[in-house]
């Protein structure tokens, strides 16, 4: 591993937790944070920009990337596909940026296996009926949906154990600030 090569940050939690907010905040407070961009087959929410928030691809298109080896990580969630583009992610870090990836748990595991160097980090809600209000509060969500992502939510807390820290988003601030304290103590 290059000396100056950047460092791995996975962030990753049930839906609902505040991962994008959470990584939002880090990104105003340190701006030389590179965000990894995921490349997603559904559909674009409103305030979302494609290229920034995610790249919005087809079903299609994220099949050939799938054939062609270019993800780093990819997954299905909720019957719409994720994944982790690897050239852009790997070229920052070469280049000794540190990069976040913000990822769901399917995804987190795959390139921890890849990269057992990552710092990772857990985001979980103070609570289950915190995590419903959240969800129900996008209004994004058919009820059958949204009953999928709580279930899911559950599955994906027993991952817990795999990762370095875990973080109790009560506040989207002193979450931020507890994440960057664990990268300043080098996780």
Not at 21 to 46: C, F, H, Q, W
Not at 56 to 72: A, C, K, P, V, Y
Not at 118 to 142: C, K, Q, Y
């Amino acid at each position: 591993m290059n000396k100056n090569q950047g460092r791995l940050i996975i962030i990753s939690g049930p839906s609902g937790t505040g991962k994008s907010t959470i990584v939002n905040s880090l990104l105003e407070m340190r701006p030389e944070l590179v965000l990894s961009v995921s490349a997603t087959t559904r559909p674009k929410r409103d305030g979302e920009t494609d290229d920034v928030s995610y790249h919005f691809i087809t079903r299609e298109q994220f099949s050939d990337m799938i054939s062609g080896n270019e993800f780093l990580e990819y997954a299905e969630y909720i019957g719409e596909y994720y994944g982790t583009p690897a050239k852009p992610t790997l070229e920052r870090l070469d280049e000794g940026k540190d990069v976040i990836l913000e990822i769901e748990v399917q995804g987190a595991k795959q390139v921890m296996e890849l990269m057992p160097d990552a710092l990772t980090i857990f985001i979980v809600p103070p609570d289950m009926a915190e995590l419903e209000r959240r969800l129900r509060s996008r209004g994004t969500d058919s009820e059958e949906k949204l009953a999928a992502r709580l279930a899911r939510a559950v599955q994906e807390l027993i991952e817990i154990v795999n990762y370095k820290h875990v973080v109790i988003n009560n506040d989207v601030q002193d979450a931020a600030e507890r994440i960057l304290s664990i990268i300043d103590s080098g996780g």
